[in-house]
């Protein structure tokens, strides 16, 4: 018998615009995300190495820029509570089986000059509630283009970082297609 499991993952972008600057003509906003690629993440699980092990990014990677005329920090959620099966609601599945590794690939440094980034070296679980990637360190994270360029890498069931602890397989989950959005919020930095 072989089970499969889908994840989809999309990506919705919310920005708190309420400070403005006279600083750049419009059309350009004060806050931007750019999601150059990977906007929807497709996880497989076929084989049974995968429920033990779980699938460590596989590929499964978006690019995003963040252009700012102001500091700001980068939060991730899920639009829901927990997954529920496409094919059967009544099957569901916990959101700390996905996690989440953030690379910086810009020339605003993320080792707390710049960019603080708390996905860095271990992924962050997916939870319902804002969670904080990246945020503003000891200098200022402003920056268009380059400066503010990132790879986040997706992973499911690999139980890393605070990932759920248990494997896919241990969890006993029943085979459907299971789908959540992801909500990616870019607000300024506050003191």
Request: glycine fraction near 8%; charged fraction near 15%.
């Amino acid at each position: 018998m072989r089970l499969i499991i889908l994840i989809l993952l999309t990506f919705l972008i919310s920005i708190n615009n309420d400070i403005r600057s006279q600083d750049i003509p419009p059309p350009n906003p004060s806050m931007v995300i750019n999601i150059v690629s990977g906007q929807s993440v497709l996880f497989y699980f076929d084989e049974m190495q995968e429920y033990k092990n779980g699938i460590l990014n596989g590929g499964q990677s978006t690019f995003i820029r963040i252009g700012a005329i102001l500091d700001w920090k980068l939060q991730f959620s899920a639009d829901q509570s927990i997954f529920y099966g496409t094919n059967n609601p009544s099957n569901q599945m916990e959101l700390n089986n996905v996690g989440l590794v953030v690379i910086s690939t810009g020339t605003n440094l993320d080792d707390g000059s710049n960019i603080i980034n708390y996905a860095k070296t271990a992924p962050m679980a997916l939870e319902s509630n804002e969670v904080t990637i990246l945020t503003k360190g000891s200098e200022t994270n402003k920056g268009y283009g380059i400066r503010n360029a990132f790879t986040l890498n997706w992973e499911m069931g690999t139980q890393r970082g605070n990932m759920n602890n248990q494997s896919m397989l241990e969890q006993m989950l029943a085979d459907d297609s299971y789908t959540v959005n992801i909500i990616l919020t870019l607000t300024p930095h506050l003191q």
